[in-house]
């Protein structure tokens, strides 16, 4: 896009987002970073302050946000509900990490399904001058989550896949790629993105009382072989999926998921060991969807951070 085309974006951010909010402006001399003042009064409710809040009128605005626990989602709600409404000329909401995705059906009766609800609170952020707000998601753990958001906000759904394609094409075996599926959610989820790639799809079946894991189509042998995946939490799929693949002849076996979860520092059981035995993810990638995984894993082997912020800079201009 042309530079003299592009629009002016005020961004603003959640405290855990400051570094990733800092690269997404380092993108684009058309973002400009805006602060807010993030306090508490001493009963533990927010007392917030927008900063220069004059200042924003008739402007593009968007906030960087992260949903990492239910303790920050007030403070933030509290923050997406007000701007829309200081006479801004368009307002976008940066979500990376749509955090109850994962549960978005009911099983039985008396289910909760978060998703929907967390959806209904987005399509009521209050409309801009500009229209509806737009809601920027990085691969949303099911597509049909889209019918969740009301006529109040126009979700937009990116993807990090591209920042995987591009780091597989700089390995030094990057011929010899193969890339695996832990189940058939996640085959429908991605493997249009990724079809000129050779393709193993896993699958789990039950064994007495145990779900087990299985090659249902592909052959690993003498392949580096790559699982990806939307989301990760405890890790237990994708190192079951590691022993089958391994087991069948990979060569290497590596991992990517868009948004690194890891509840209960789970990541720690995938970092290599300095004890001399065998480590069994070559890499793991993972994008700085999850701000507190970033900042906890630091540099450690075997993961690499695959930035969103080029991708979030382009879509600020959407």
Same mark, same amino acid.
């Given at each position: 896009m042309?530079?003299?085309r592009?629009?002016?974006?005020?961004?603003?951010?959640?405290?855990?987002?400051?570094?990733?909010?800092?690269?997404?402006?380092?993108?684009?001399?058309?973002?400009?970073?805006?602060?807010?003042n993030?306090?508490?009064?001493?009963?533990?409710?927010?007392?917030?302050?927008?900063?220069?809040?004059?200042d924003?009128?008739?402007?593009?605005?968007?906030?960087?946000?992260?949903?990492?626990?239910?303790?920050v989602?007030?403070?933030?709600?509290?923050?997406?509900?007000?701007?829309?409404?200081?006479?801004?000329?368009?307002?976008?909401? =940066? #979500? $990376?990490? @749509?955090?109850t %995705?994962?549960?978005?059906r009911?099983?039985?009766?008396g289910?909760?399904?978060? *998703?929907?609800?967390?959806?209904?609170?987005?399509?009521?952020?209050?409309?801009?001058?500009?229209?509806?707000?737009?809601?920027?998601?990085?691969?949303?753990?099911?597509?049909?989550?889209?019918?969740?958001?009301?006529?109040? =906000? #126009? $979700?937009? @759904?990116?993807? %990090?896949?591209?920042?995987?394609?591009?780091?597989?094409?700089?390995?030094?075996? *990057?011929k010899?790629?193969?890339?695996?599926?832990?189940?058939?959610?996640?085959?429908?989820?991605?493997?249009?993105?990724?079809?000129?790639?050779?393709?193993?799809?896993?699958?789990?079946?039950r064994?007495?009382?145990?779900?087990?894991?299985?090659?249902?189509?592909?052959?690993?042998?003498?392949?580096?072989?790559?699982?990806?995946?939307?989301?990760?939490?405890?890790?237990?799929t994708?190192?079951?999926?590691?022993?089958?693949?391994a087991?069948?002849?990979?060569?290497?076996?590596?991992?990517?998921?868009?948004?690194?979860?890891?509840?209960?520092?789970?990541?720690?059981?995938?970092?290599?060991?300095?004890?001399?035995?065998?480590?069994?993810?070559?890499?793991?990638?993972?994008?700085?969807?999850?701000?507190?995984?970033v900042?906890?894993?630091?540099?450690?082997?075997?993961?690499?951070?695959?930035?969103?912020?080029?991708?979030?800079?382009?879509?600020?201009?959407?």
């Amino acid at each position: 896009m042309e530079k003299s085309r592009q629009k002016q974006v005020l961004l603003f951010y959640c405290i855990e987002s400051e570094e990733l909010a800092r690269k997404v402006a380092d993108q684009s001399d058309c973002i400009q970073l805006q602060s807010i003042n993030w306090r508490s009064f001493d009963d533990g409710f927010p007392n917030l302050y927008i900063n220069n809040a004059q200042d924003i009128r008739g402007q593009h605005v968007a906030f960087l946000a992260s949903f990492s626990s239910p303790g920050v989602i007030f403070e933030q709600l509290s923050v997406i509900f007000a701007l829309p409404r200081l006479f801004v000329a368009s307002f976008t909401l =940066v #979500l $990376p990490f @749509f955090p109850t %995705g994962s549960f978005e059906r009911m099983e039985e009766e008396g289910d909760v399904a978060t *998703a929907f609800t967390m959806a209904r609170i987005l399509s009521n952020i209050p409309i801009s001058r500009g229209g509806p707000t737009s809601l920027v998601i990085y691969d949303i753990h099911a597509l049909q989550e889209r019918f969740y958001f009301g006529d109040h =906000v #126009l $979700p937009c @759904f990116e993807t %990090g896949i591209p920042l995987l394609k591009q780091r597989l094409h700089q390995l030094p075996d *990057a011929k010899n790629v193969v890339v695996a599926f832990p189940d058939d959610g996640a085959w429908k989820r991605f493997h249009k993105l990724l079809d000129h790639f050779p393709m193993v799809i896993c699958t789990k079946v039950r064994e007495g009382d145990k779900r087990i894991v299985r090659i249902k189509e592909g052959n690993p042998a003498g392949f580096h072989v790559v699982i990806v995946d939307d989301l990760v939490q405890s890790g237990g799929t994708l190192i079951e999926c590691q022993k089958v693949l391994a087991a069948h002849g990979a060569t290497k076996v590596s991992a990517y998921v868009t948004h690194g979860v890891f509840p209960k520092c789970s990541w720690e059981r995938f970092t290599h060991k300095n004890d001399g035995s065998e480590n069994a993810f070559s890499y793991f990638w993972i994008t700085d969807s999850c701000p507190l995984t970033v900042k906890a894993i630091g540099n450690r082997a075997p993961f690499e951070v695959l930035s969103l912020a080029g991708s979030i800079a382009d879509a600020l201009q959407i």
